[in-house]
């Protein structure tokens, strides 16, 4: 049973709420605490106490599919905006990414004694997850490439290769490891070549090489790592559905994984219109506001309409993931994916210039969500293979 209208408008007023009292409020006090931690990826003191708030407060979880008790991809839409307008917010709310993914892959495909091992945990918020799919060897763009390799030995699976762009894999909390890598390489159909398989995080074998940085940012406490498998053995009951569905499970996984994005980074973009407009009416040049300049009303106005048509794109792809699944919701996936993530950038690009110098300072959200913006034009697929997908799906589609 899906939620009421009623329903979400009580769940959207709570966060909104909880945001105002809990999490604005934080912001210097949470880059304090990180930068005050002898190790930058352990846990940050005042995360703990705000989960027990949103916990307590019924917020928790907000992502659960509406097969499983939770809500739809729409009506979770406005839900992750709001969380994203303060890019550690959502795990605060046990919604961040790659964790809902990770969970909803368990919660489809894992048995039962992987769920009670690994979901279980995650669903309380305690411990978190990894996906480790992009490799630095290899065009990870195209996951067929991928090279890691899962070799059935007895009893056990053992597992060798590099990955890198790890999101969580440096975070101390982080137990456990969603692993693909190729079972099967001779096989003809290059989609049943690769395997899914689950690795905890202190396997032997298993190295965090170092973190790595986008633009310069290391993300922390989450972090994104490069890792090495020698030779790691984990028992042949973590294969993931069975072997040769590691495509087919990763498809099932990006699908809602890339609009959770678009839905945040919509609520980087609205919160950075939002602190623009409060700076243009409090800053003067040249014997006039800011607000009364042409040039930036422009950018306001163009501003405003590109998050409404992204918006709306975001809300027609997650009503079209409800109704037809992922897989047939592939083209407007794509089509958000496309446009959302460039839009974001670009609006707090502006964003930023009219916040001066102090835009490209962490004393504003903007510079670290533009970071944000411009990684996510390369995470869950670069945008050239959205494009390109989809130009085939349009050209199908329209000709003759």
């Known amino acids: 049973m899906t939620a009421t209208e009623q329903d979400l408008a009580d769940i959207q007023a709570r966060l909104l709420t909880f945001m105002d009292q809990h999490i604005y409020p934080n912001e210097q006090r949470y880059h ?10 352990s846990t940050v003191p005042l995360m703990e106490e705000l989960k027990a708030l949103a916990k307590a407060e019924g917020l928790w979880n907000l992502w659960m599919p509406a097969d499983h008790g939770g809500l739809t991809n729409e009506q979770y839409s406005p839900l992750a905006e709001i969380m994203g307008r303060v890019l550690w917010s959502p795990e605060v709310f046990n919604c961040n990414a790659p964790d809902t993914g990770n969970m909803e892959v368990f919660l489809k495909y894992g048995t039962e004694a992987q769920k009670e091992q690994w979901l279980k945990p995650l669903l309380e918020g305690e411990i978190r997850s990894s996906y480790a799919m992009t490799e630095p060897d290899v065009a990870s763009s195209d996951a067929t490439n991928v090279r890691t390799r899962i070799e059935r030995d007895g009893e056990d699976y053992v597992i060798n290769g590099r990955k890198w762009f790890i999101t969580n894999a440096p975070y101390e909390r982080t137990k456990i490891l969603i692993v693909m890598g190729k079972s099967d390489p001779d096989n003809t159909n290059r989609h049943l070549q690769q395997s899914q398989i689950l690795v905890p995080k ?5 190295t965090v090489v170092r973190p790595l940085t986008t633009l310069g940012y290391d993300d922390a406490p989450l972090g994104h790592a490069e890792l090495l498998f020698e030779n790691v053995r984990v028992p042949k009951e973590n294969i993931l559905l069975g072997e040769g ?18 839905m945040r980074l919509i609520g980087c973009a609205q919160r950075a219109l939002e602190l623009a407009c409060q700076r243009v009416t409090r800053r003067e040049t040249f014997g006039r506001m800011l607000a009364d300049h042409q040039s930036v009303l422009e950018d306001l106005a163009k501003s405003f309409s590109e998050i409404e048509q992204a918006r709306l794109l975001t809300l027609k792809t997650a009503r079209r993931v409800d109704e037809l699944g992922a897989k047939d919701a592939r083209d407007y996936i794509a089509a958000a994916k496309i446009t959302v993530p460039l839009m974001a950038q670009t609006v707090i690009d502006r964003c930023m210039q009219i916040h001066g110098a102090g835009g490209l300072t962490a004393d504003y959200p903007m510079a670290e969500a533009f970071n944000y913006a411009r990684w996510c034009r390369q995470a869950d697929g670069p945008d050239q293979v959205h494009m390109m997908a989809l130009g085939k799906q349009v050209i199908k589609r329209y000709s003759l």
């Open 245 to 262: 569905r590691g495509f087919e499970i990763s498809q099932g996984r990006l699908g809602p994984g890339r609009i959770h994005h678009c």
């Open 202 to 206: 202190d396997t032997p074998g298993l």
């Open 32 to 41: 304090d605490q990180l930068n005050g931690l002898a190790d930058r990826f």
